[in-house]
Structures are given as C-alpha cells and as structure tokens.
C-alpha cells in the first residue's frame, strides 16, 4: 500500500495501530503494510535464530559496499530486480551456501567461515561458487566478510 502525505515527512518510519510504515529511499515513496501476526512454532523459532546468527557476523563495511555494487549491477541488467538491498542479497547468498554446502545457519560463525574456506569470506567467490548470478565486473567485488 503506497502513503500520501500532504506534507512529506521523509523520515516518518515505525508502528501505529497494527501498521508499518517506513521510507523507501531510492523509490522517494512511504510505504505501509500491516504487522505481520506470527505464531510461534518450531521453523519461526529456527529463522530467527539463523537471523540473529546472521546478524552476529558483522560484515565489514567493504563487503556491505560490494554487496550494493553488486545489487545496482545485478538491477541494470534485470528490470524485475527482486532484491532491493544489500542485506536482501547477502541473505540470498547464505541460505544457498546452506543448500549447496550443508552448512547449519543456526550456528555459522565468522571462524568457521575462514577455517572451511566456505565462498562466502567475498561476493567473488560467491559469484565463482555459484550462489549468485555473475554480473559485468563481479570480478572486482574482492572486500572480506
């Protein structure tokens, strides 16, 4: 649902009355959507869990910048661009390494990840691996996780 405001209020983002409302900058549009109603069961619990795993990983300011260079690039060439940031595709690029490696989400740690050599320390390698899609200059994307 798109928002209109006669005064625009460009950082008018949180919840109100089972709604959330948040600023998309590079569309220049408020949106609102509902609250989503989870009930807890067992495969909420697991993905938070690999969120918050995912999120204790800290990626460097490098690799975030190559994630968005790779994101613009990879929007260039499909107009049905489905991942609109960064952490969309770095979302993407760890949920095949645990499809395609075995690897457990919930417990991934930024050790293991440089101990196994697995091709996510770089979008590189995980353009090279097969995660991702190769885009025109994929090759240059070389920042550490």
């Known amino acids: 649902m798109q928002v ?3 005064n625009m209020l460009m950082s008018y983002t949180g919840k109100c009355d089972g709604v959330i409302y948040y600023y998309h900058p590079r569309y220049n549009r408020i949106y609102a959507r509902r609250l989503p109603q989870f009930k807890p069961t067992v495969a909420t619990e697991r993905l938070g869990k690999i969120s918050s ?11 975030r910048n ?3 260079i790779y994101c613009q690039l990879y929007q260039s060439l499909h107009q049905e661009y489905r991942y609109p940031c960064w952490s969309n595709m770095f979302t ?6 645990a499809k395609t490696y075995n690897v457990d989400l919930s417990s991934i740690t930024r050790t293991q990840i440089e101990a196994e050599e697995l091709p ?7 353009v090279a691996a097969g995660l991702i899609p190769e885009v025109p200059g994929w090759e240059y994307l070389e920042q550490e996780i």
């Open 66 to 68: 190559d994630l968005k």
């Open 92 to 97: 993407k690029i760890f949920w095949a390494l």
């Open 4 to 6: 209109t405001f006669k």
């Open 120 to 126: 996510v320390r770089s979008v590189k390698e995980a």
């Open 53 to 63: 795993q995912l999120k204790a990983l800290k990626v460097s300011e490098g690799y």
